[in-house]
């Protein structure tokens, strides 16, 4: 999975606009990553790569990175 | 664990909701808008009906069992089973079904009790009372009510936290009745799974507001939920051409449309009613029943695929044959009972 189609996702589940974010955006200064955008990116990406992000999984993501690395 | 009964049948099917409506838009005042606006696109929730204070659980379970009697003609010296769901009972003790009995004025010959089940009271229920119809004569009836206040009107004087209102913007308020009845033949299948697991997924202790782990819940919803489908499916053979509707949960958007989607289901055989009345508890699952009745009456029978979830944790199955003209209109009421209130 390439980090371009990973940071679409997360600016989708987050209603944001493309290009808003980048690699070293913190999440958690994002007013944007709340719980329905964890949510979202949940059924993002198991209907994406069929695989299931734990409540665990979403609060250790910093950075954007860290959700890209994390699915790569 | 799952089986078939082969002698019974639902013969009745009425819902009540508050007649308060609540737009979910009026939160737009008390949280940033645009957060309003996403939760109602992702959750599919624009409107709920929703408990005034004075308003119970059992005032809309009595509401639904009233017009369950009338509309089916119920004897209501033939009830040998009443049985309340909720999680909203009027006292710690005793149960609240012994306060439905004397208002709905059954016999002492009937067996009462309440049940604390959310989400899957139907399939836990249905299941529950079949079993023990089959101690009794073919013909004896049941009613099956199941109710929940999680719907309240937003408090003027309350300070909401974000969390509240996200929880608040979600549920709606609302109770079924079913009568179920031993008959000469009728199949119903059924499955019910539970995982103790989750006890604390959804949870509410006493004197505190509910609160809900959203990924875990999304999680069990899309794993457990999904796979047990497919399961029950498998164990009776039931082919897609011998289902004419599903009713899920209404748990919220999200979840429901991950679940068709997931399971390749029709979207035209998925009921759905969670825009006008959100997430109502174990009711959703018959409410949804209700409010699409105009697009099943067209057929005597439909054969239906229904599956409740959540709390406990806790989901099941049932597939059954329901008579179209045994599903009534939803009715809406604003009485309460207030002379046992202290």
């Known amino acids: 999975m390439d980090e371009k189609t990973i940071i679409e996702w997360l600016e989708d589940a987050m209603d944001l606009d493309e290009g808003t974010i980048s690699n070293d955006t913190v999440l958690e200064e994002l007013e944007e990553w709340d719980s329905l955008s964890r949510l979202s990116l949940m059924a993002i990406v198991k209907k994406k790569v069929n695989r299931m992000l734990t409540g665990n999984d979403l609060s250790s993501f910093v950075t954007v990175q860290d959700v890209i690395d994390f699915l790569r | ?342």
Not at chain 2, 243 to 267: E, R
Not at chain 2, 291 to 304: A, G, H, M, S
Request: glycine share 6%; net charge negative; aromatic share 8%.
């Open chain 2, 1 to 342: 664990m799952h089986g078939r009964y082969d002698n019974i049948k639902i013969q009745g099917i009425t819902a009540a909701v508050p007649s308060t409506v609540e737009d979910n838009m009026e939160y737009a005042d008390l949280m940033d808008p645009r957060r309003v606006k996403k939760q109602i696109k992702l959750t599919g929730v624009k409107r709920r009906h929703v408990v005034k204070k004075e308003q119970r659980a059992s005032d809309l379970a009595y509401a639904a069992a009233v017009n369950l009697i009338e509309n089916k003609r119920v004897d209501i010296h033939k009830v040998k089973i009443c049985i309340l769901i909720t999680q909203a009972p009027n006292y710690q003790l005793p149960s609240t079904a012994f306060f439905l009995h004397k208002r709905l004025g059954l016999d002492k010959d009937c067996l009462v009790y309440d049940m604390n089940l959310g989400c899957s009271s139907f399939n836990v229920g249905v299941q529950t009372v079949s079993a023990l119809l089959q101690a009794c004569d073919v013909h004896t009836q049941a009613l099956l009510l199941m109710s929940d206040s999680s719907g309240r009107a937003i408090d003027p004087e309350k300070n909401y936290t974000e969390d509240m209102i996200t929880h608040n913007m979600l549920f709606g308020s609302a109770a079924t009745a079913i009568l179920l009845e031993k008959v000469e033949h009728n199949d119903l299948y059924f499955m019910n799974m539970s995982d103790g697991n989750g006890f604390q997924a959804i949870i509410k202790y006493v004197g505190n507001p509910a609160s809900m782990d959203g990924p875990e819940v999304f999680r069990f919803a899309i794993n457990d939920v999904t796979e047990g489908i497919q399961q029950f499916k498998n164990l009776y053979n039931i082919q897609e051409d011998m289902i004419d509707y599903y009713s899920f949960h209404q748990a919220q958007g999200l979840i429901l449309d991950n679940i068709v989607d997931l399971c390749n289901i029709p979207p035209e055989k998925e009921l759905r009613s969670i825009e006008e009345y959100g997430n109502t508890s174990g009711s959703s699952v018959l409410l949804n029943l209700c409010v699409n009745r105009d697009l099943l009456q067209p057929k005597d029978t439909c054969r239906f695929f229904i599956s409740g979830f959540g709390v406990g944790l806790s989901w099941g199955y049932i597939y059954t044959t329901i008579d179209t003209c045994d599903i009534f209109p939803v009715m809406e009421t604003g009485d309460h009972y207030d002379e046992d209130k202290i």
